[in-house]
């Protein structure tokens, strides 16, 4: 079974930190995503990487930065937080191998920025 | 600009009512359409549709694909309680390597 686990459940920080969502799957996937979701918006792609040390943006990474230095961990990055970064984070990852786009999913992080 | 559409947004039925949830698309190079069921946790995998016209089916739960109208639909019958969730649809294309694009989601509630 895909295990995808995410450093914490719950957080909250207050306006001006930097902040370390981390994500760490353990089938040796080479992709791994950052969404966030919020009411009415869906999921959003943040960043995406597709190897060790590779990231490519998503569709808002604005206010955001990633790191990949292991393959089974992918860390997004609030260099400022902001309390319109407040939302729920889910990591995903997969496998790669075409013809399968099934992500696995993490648990979310609901992170409160105040 | 690709897209993905959910109706309903949001949908309110009883115990034992039949529900079809829509999804429809347009994106460049469509490769897959993806259905996941999301409770108050992590979204997990339904199902994966590539090819018009075949469908895929899990206990009551079935879904198809029709890639000239560019919609899919995930049926739902004899729903329970359980069934209770957000369901999401996501498509992949070529141009993005592995990543989906996510609709916004329809949010069932089954009433007993």
């Known amino acids: 079974d895909v295990k995808v686990t995410q450093s914490s459940r719950y957080l909250v920080k207050r306006t001006g930190e930097k902040v370390f969502l981390e994500c760490v799957q353990d089938?040796?996937?080479?992709?791994m995503f950052w969404y966030r979701q919020d009411p009415g918006l869906g999921l959003r792609l943040i960043y995406f990487?597709?190897?060790?040390?590779?990231?490519e943006k998503g569709d808002i990474p604005e206010g955001y930065s990633v790191s990949r230095e292991k393959k089974e961990r992918f860390s997004l990055i609030l260099e400022s937080a902001s309390t319109n970064q407040t939302s729920m984070y889910l990591c995903?990852?997969?496998?790669?191998?075409?013809?399968?786009?099934?992500?696995?999913f993490g648990p979310g992080t609901r992170l409160t920025v105040t | 600009e690709d897209k993905v559409v959910q109706s309903p947004l949001s949908l309110v039925v009883h115990e034992g009512d039949t529900v079809t949830l829509n999804c429809s698309y347009e994106v460049t190079n469509f490769r897959s359409l993806l259905w996941y069921k999301q409770e108050k946790k992590a979204p997990t995998f339904l199902f994966m549709l590539t090819s018009s016209g075949i469908e895929k089916k899990s206990g009551r739960l079935s879904s198809i694909l029709d890639k000239k109208e560019l919609f899919s639909i995930l049926n739902i019958t004899a729903t329970q309680t359980g069934d209770s969730a957000i369901y999401l649809c996501?498509?992949?294309?070529?141009?993005?390597?592995?990543?989906?694009?996510f609709g916004k989601g329809t949010s069932l509630l089954v009433t007993p």
């Open positions: 990487s597709y190897d060790v040390k590779m990231k």
């Open positions: 996501a498509v992949a294309n070529s141009n993005s390597g592995y990543a989906l694009n």
């Open positions: 995903a990852s997969l496998a790669g191998a075409y013809p399968s786009y099934e992500q696995y």
């Open positions: 089938m040796d996937h080479e992709n």
